[in-house]
């Protein structure tokens, strides 16, 4: 249970389109948002949907298959790990972002 400290594993669909990055450094960088639902019924039986939206991060190998292989709405399942950070935008106000970084990229089978 210890390598569990941070770990994440989520199955939905990619919102739109990655954002595909080539750093000077010569490495890719993928930024994508992906859906994940849950179905339930409330307490009047009414059947209630919802929806979380992630921001997903991916270097690397796994950076170029989302490039060549993932487009917008495809059904995909991602481990990783959680990952906060923070930046101070053009107006001079603190965000706080918070992001899972992908290790692991798989096409979920239908």
Not at 18 to 32: D, H, Q, V, Y
Not at 79 to 87: F, I, M, N
Not at 102 to 110: Q, V
Request: aromatic content about 6%; glycine content about 8%; charged content about 30%.
């Amino acid at each position: 249970m210890n390598n569990l400290k941070n770990h994440v594993q989520l199955s939905g669909n990619v919102g739109k389109a990655p954002e595909i990055l080539n750093l000077s450094t010569g490495k890719k960088l993928a930024r994508f948002s992906l859906a994940t639902s849950e179905t339930y019924r409330n307490h009047l039986g009414e059947k209630i949907t919802d929806t979380q939206w992630h921001a997903i991060v991916a270097w690397g190998k796994i950076a170029e298959m989302i490039e060549k292989e993932v487009p917008k709405g495809k059904a995909v399942e991602i481990e990783g790990k959680l990952s906060s950070r923070s930046y101070t935008d053009k107006n001079g106000n603190r965000k706080y972002v918070t992001e899972v970084l992908c290790r692991e990229l798989l096409f979920p089978e239908k």
